[in-house]
């Protein structure tokens, strides 16, 4: 059976048992960040498809090799990484081209796979603008060119469609593999769109048994027999099965038009190879639907498309071709794939979500909003933000005097966290009987938990000039994470405790990590049973300083972040949760939290309003201080930002401040843990 392009695993007995038998691939796991790989040697492709027979890769592609001697030029890799010209399939055209194509002067768009014993390369065979095409088919024993088993053999034509008879066009094919016993060709470019007939698995011709003609994809066109076709542009089908489903991926709009193309890739899935196909919104894509995989415009490229998905061992590929920028000239991208919540994702494309303007959000009132906390309020159904709402414009206050005085803010998003809008401030009484109008609240850390939202306070009982003065952790309770009654302070045995962070343990009990600023070693930790009753048990880590402590449990581990000041948002990971590793790197930014949202997280910090990297271009940006208001001192403004995270190597990193950051926090509460 065939064990590349449609199920793409690497060559094994076992693994091609497993394939005739019709299991199917399963759904791997998900890499936040795909990785675009770097190329280098020949890339000169237009259209790729992939193999790998023993220890190398071998990528197909359209048109004749440099210096146009050779048919279907043929690069070859052993690491996927650096390509060499290694041959090509036919010196010239096969003799029945002539008079079924006659126009046809090259052969494009490969499409290579293995069954019943052989390599299966079927092509496209036409000329721009015109229906007036055909597939044909090319078989060898192997792909390794210093093999005497290694010739090229004509099989002749597999489909052919005829200019003002067939609504479809003979180009693009891809061989799909349901079982050893049925095998699809797919196919097509504008007009009627993408098509597909079984295939017999012993001729690789289309079958005698099943001559249904089944509809795929098609895009909407006014004039449906228009040539050259100028609508319904969608060409270049690619099936493979992920999980329980099938997936079609097809590439929209126009390619070859070097830095004008707008060749793009999206695609559908379908819990049946006929179909139907729907993408993400569950449009079909028969009706023009498919969600976006690969953009049409990056810097890295323009017109990106004709794709072809790969497996090898447990890592899924894309091949597709783009057009330099610059010179405007195809060349080979491959990027891993990752899948988030069913859908395909690569490197250098928007993953799912929202564009996050830069800054993420201003506090209109103050200007300096800081340690940030985000729950989702499902009876709003909107995600909450509660920040401290630093006070930037008291321009005149001496000292630290303007951090103090604070307020808890509220900013909500109901858009998945890419566009908050100022809320006010959280409606909090605790401490204002003695301090009405000189109280501090700081650094809040909110959660749900069986029906009630709890946030756990850093309360300073004044306004001051400096540090030294008593604070508290108090904590608080509510039922629609507005209004907060007091269930009272925490008892940590130390009167200077700021910044907690608060997750539940896999045995249902619950351990809070805080600053004591009593300690010389200040991150230290709590248990409860039950969020009411708590024992102070010491130090957390005591290789570092620090404070604003957030622990997640993420990627099957413990994960500390605490700000340790000048050697920024340092990140220790643990098994247990209780004896922590150190890692060399650090996040950006101060005192903030971590969205766990599917098998994707986000780092929600603070920092200047001026953020690193560029703004991201396309988002809408977010409120700036108020007109009319005192004129923030520029120093002490901040603004919250986000951005993604992932886990490298066994290291928790952040996303490139360069690169836009595209949010999708999903409505569901996050499980505390």
Not at 181 to 186: C, F, G, T, V, Y
Not at 303 to 318: I, S
Not at 328 to 335: D, E, H, K, T, V
Not at 596 to 623: E, K, T, V
């Amino acid at each position: 059976m065939r064990i590349s392009r449609t199920l793409n695993p690497i060559r094994t007995t076992a693994m091609i048992a497993a394939l005739c038998a019709g299991a199917p691939i399963p759904a791997t796991a998900a890499s936040a960040q795909p990785e675009l790989l770097k190329l280098d040697g020949d890339l000169a492709v237009h259209d790729p498809a992939i193999m790998k027979e023993g220890n190398t890769y071998y990528v197909f592609a359209t048109g004749r090799a440099p210096g146009g001697v050779g048919i279907i030029p043929i690069r070859c890799s052993t690491d996927m990484r650096h390509w060499a010209l290694c041959g090509s399939v036919f010196q010239k055209l096969p003799d029945w081209v002539a008079k079924e194509v006659p126009k046809a002067r090259d052969a494009w768009a490969p499409d290579i796979s293995f069954f019943n014993g052989k390599y299966h390369l079927y092509y496209a065979l036409s000329s721009f603008g015109v229906n007036d095409s055909a597939i044909g088919l090319a078989t060898n024993e192997t792909l390794d060119p210093k093999s005497p088993k290694y010739q090229w053999a004509d099989e002749g034509m597999v489909v052919r469609s005829r200019a003002g008879e067939d609504d479809f066009n003979a180009i693009d094919p891809n061989l799909a593999i349901e079982s050893k016993d049925k095998l699809w060709l797919n196919w097509g470019s504008f007009w009627g769109g993408i098509k597909m007939k079984r295939i017999d698995p012993q001729t690789g011709k289309l079958s005698s048994k099943d001559t249904t003609l089944y509809s795929l994809a098609s895009r909407p066109r006014g004039k449906p027999h228009q040539t050259p076709p100028v609508e319904g542009a969608i060409e270049a089908p690619f099936i493979t099965r992920h999980g329980d489903y099938w997936y079609l991926f097809a590439s929209f709009d126009f390619c070859c038009r070097g830095v004008r193309s707008d060749y793009n890739v999206v695609a559908g899935r379908s819990k049946k190879i006929t179909g139907p196909y729907l993408d993400k919104s569950g449009e079909p894509m028969t009706e023009g639907g498919g969600t976006p995989v690969v953009a049409a415009v990056t810097p890295m490229w323009h017109g990106a498309g004709h794709e072809a998905v790969f497996r090898d061992g447990k890592t899924d590929y894309l091949l597709f071709h783009a057009y330099d920028p610059a010179t405007g000239r195809p060349q080979l991208q491959i990027s891993t794939m990752a899948w988030d919540d069913g859908w395909p994702r690569v490197a250098g494309s928007p993953p799912a979500g929202k564009l996050a303007p830069r800054p993420l959000y201003r506090d209109p009132p103050f200007d300096a909003p800081t340690d940030p906390v985000l729950c989702f309020n499902a009876e709003q159904k909107k995600w909450f933000m509660y920040y401290t709402a630093r006070r930037a414009t008291a321009v005149d206050a001496p000292g630290v005097t303007w951090i103090h005085g604070s307020n808890i803010g509220m900013a909500e998003s109901s858009d998945g966290g890419a566009t908050w809008t100022y809320r006010g401030i959280a409606d909090i009484r605790y401490g204002k009987d003695t301090h009405p109008n000189d109280y501090t609240y700081w650094a809040p850390e909110v959660i749900w938990h069986n029906g009630t939202y709890h946030m756990f306070l850093s309360f300073v009982p004044g306004i001051f000039n400096d540090w030294n003065h008593p604070r508290e952790i108090v904590h608080l309770t509510s039922k629609d994470g507005v209004k907060w009654d007091t269930a009272g302070p925490v008892d940590l045995k130390s009167d200077r405790v700021i910044d907690a962070c608060v997750i539940q343990l896999p045995d249902g009990a619950w351990r809070m990590w805080y600053k004591d600023e009593r300690k010389p070693k200040s991150l230290s930790y709590a248990d409860s049973p039950d969020l009411f009753h708590w024992e102070a048990k010491g130090n957390a880590v005591t290789d570092r300083n620090g404070e604003g402590p957030k622990v997640i449990h993420w990627k099957g581990k413990y994960w500390l972040i605490a700000d340790t000041w000048a050697t920024g948002m340092r990140v220790w990971s643990s098994d247990d949760c209780l004896h922590w590793t150190p890692q060399d790197e650090t996040l950006i930014g101060s005192h903030g939290d971590v969205v766990i949202s599917g098998d994707r997280a986000w780092w929600f910090y603070f920092g200047g309003p001026q953020p690193l990297g560029p703004s991201n271009a396309g988002a809408a940006p977010q409120s700036a201080a108020p007109s009319g208001a005192p004129r923030p001192v520029p120093r002490r403004s901040t603004a919250i930002n986000v951005m993604e995270l992932s886990v490298v190597g066994g290291k928790l990193t952040a996303g490139d401040p360069d690169q836009p950051t595209f949010i999708d926090l999903k409505p569901v509460r996050e499980a505390e843990n």
